[in-house]
């Protein structure tokens, strides 16, 4: 199974507003990440939080991390038309092997 | 350069057919990856190459084939395919350093089988 589970599946919100997505986990990491992939496109790297960072930023994201809970959100603020993609979290699961979480599919109405 | 090439961008092939898929990168990458994705699923790991070495199959079928020549290029040999290969395929590249395995994905070859 997917180390990395997400909710919601689907997020549908207008231009402006905010989103956000969230992240389950089931082992312990080292580190956690997000990508984003457009339509039937390769994936782009958002983000990188250690497992000893509670939050980091990146211009309109906002990551947080809770390893009690093996939970992460992704916050996009002030959400743009061209946000609209699907968003994976993504667990390394020994040295190499990324995997990745079912993924969040975000529209974003103009 | 940041960016990982893959070529083609689409290809359809028959189950009898034979075809290559390939990859590039010059960000000095020293591991490279391949990844199946079907439609609205996240992507699936396939092979992982470390300093031109196979280092991870995650059990895929002989009809897939990898190969990496040199330390930019990476190669996925098809043969015999199903139609339930049908996929995007995905190539990525990192550094190899622990705690650090940020990928760069190239933008997929979409495969169809008939």
């Known amino acids: 199974s997917q180390q990395g589970e997400e909710d919601p599946q689907a997020l549908s919100i207008q231009e402006g507003e905010n989103a956000t997505m969230n992240c389950s986990y089931k082992?312990?990491?080292?580190?956690l990440q997000w990508y984003r992939q457009n339509s039937g496109r390769g994936l782009v790297h958002l983000i990188l939080?250690?497992?000893?960072?509670r939050e980091k930023h990146s211009g309109r994201l906002r990551v947080t991390l809770d390893t009690s809970k093996k939970s992460s959100s992704l916050l996009i603020t002030a959400s743009r038309a061209a946000d609209t993609a699907s968003y994976f979290c993504?667990?390394?699961?020994?040295?190499?092997?990324?995997?990745f979480g079912q993924g969040t599919r975000l529209t974003i109405n103009p | 350069d940041t960016e990982v090439t893959q070529t083609p961008k689409h290809l359809v092939m028959g189950m009898t057919n034979k075809k290559s898929l390939k990859c590039e990168q010059h960000m000095g990458h020293r591991a490279m990856y391949w990844y199946k994705q079907k439609a609205k699923k996240p992507p699936e790991l396939m092979f992982v190459?470390?300093?031109?070495?196979?280092?991870i199959n995650e059990s895929v079928p002989s009809r897939f084939s990898p190969e990496c020549p040199n330390s930019s290029l990476l190669n996925l040999h098809l043969h015999a395919l199903q139609p339930e290969d049908s996929a995007l395929y995905l190539c990525?590249?990192?550094?190899?350093?622990?705690?650090?395995?940020?990928?760069?994905f190239g933008p997929g070859t979409r495969l169809t089988v008939l």
């Open positions: 993504a667990t390394l699961k020994g040295a190499q092997k990324l995997v």
């Open positions: 082992t312990s990491i080292n580190n």
């Open positions: 190459y470390s300093y031109e070495k196979l280092s």
């Open positions: 990525a590249s990192s550094q190899v350093l622990a705690g650090n395995n940020e990928q760069f």
């Open positions: 939080i250690r497992s000893n960072e």
